[in-house]
Structure formats: structure tokens, C-alpha cells
């Protein structure tokens, strides 16, 4: 079975930075296990990192979300410590909006039967690269790890969640 995890922006700005919320340090743990669990398997790891300019402002997301967050060279924009120290030689990718278009293209010919995704925010960032995963690699099950990934927005979760499902997206604990 050749299965990747993708760690979704898991940084300093959305756990207890510009964009911080409570609960985004809680799934820490269960987003290290999860690691693990693909690093004892063999299996590809990936990650994104939200990466903005200090123009963010000027952006159309800037202009919807007006709070300056993951500036390329901050604290804000780096993975969470204990993250960040096992990341290893695994890709990164930076991206400027919601879903990653890089990473798609990354997984697109790749002979994978699941695509595992965790990190923040669940609603916005993992649900929109969960749906660039399923175009990339339509033949794969997805599953969003509800255990390692968060929001601020519970409803709002809950609601994307349903959406998701109804995409043939997995969510499991």
C-alpha cells in the first residue's frame, strides 16, 4: 500500500501567533504519532507552510482576512518546534493561498492508494487540500485525521466535515 501524510500548516501563527487559537496545540501529540506512525511504515511525508509577503495586505486574502500572518522569515511562518524537528528531508511546500497547486502537481502519477491529511485550520486549509489531493490522485481514499487536525470555527468544521464526506473525503478519529 503506498499511502502519504500531509502535514498542513502546522506554524507558530495559527497555534498561538497572529492567528492562534485554542485547542490548535492540543492535536500537537497526534499530529507527531501520525508521523511516526508513516516514518515506521515507510511511507512519504509531506508538508505546506502557509507563506506569505510582507505585501499581504495588497493580496485579495489580505483583503478578506485582514490580519498579517506566516511573513516568509518570521517566527510566525516556521512549523511548530517539536514538528519542525522531525521533518527531516521530507518536501515542503510554501504556498500563497488556501489549497497548495504545487503540491497537487507533486502527487499527480504517484502510484498512491490513501492520502492522509491532519494540521490547521480544518475547515479552511486541510478541507482545500484534501480537494487538491482528490483531483490530483482521483483513485486514492483521502482521510482528514479529525484527532490531529483543529479549528477555531467548530461549527463551521463540523459543516465541512459533512462536505467532505459527501465528496468521498474520509473523516476518521
Known sequence: MNRVLIVVDYQNDFVDGALGFEGADAIEENILDLIQ??????????????????????????????????????PGHDLRKRVDAVKEYYP???????????????????????IHLCGLVSDICVFSNAIMAKA?????????????SA??????EQKTYEVAEHLHINIID
Open 37 to 74: 506512525d508513516f516514518k515506521n511504515h515507510g511511507d512519504m511525508i509531506m508538508f505546506t507552510k502557509d507563506t506569505h509577503e510582507p505585501n499581504y495586505m495588497e493580496t485579495v486574502e489580505g483583503k478578506h482576512l485582514p490580519v498579517i500572518h506566516c511573513v516568509k522569515g518570521t
Open 92 to 114: 515542503i511546500f510554501e504556498k500563497p493561498t488556501f489549497p497548495s497547486l504545487k503540491l497537487g502537481n507533486a502527487l499527480v502519477g504517484l502510484p498512491l492508494s490513501e
Open 136 to 148: 490530483a490522485c482521483p483513485n486514492a481514499e483521502i482521510y482528514i485525521h479529525r484527532n490531529a
Open 151 to 156: 479549528s477555531y470555527d467548530p461549527d463551521m
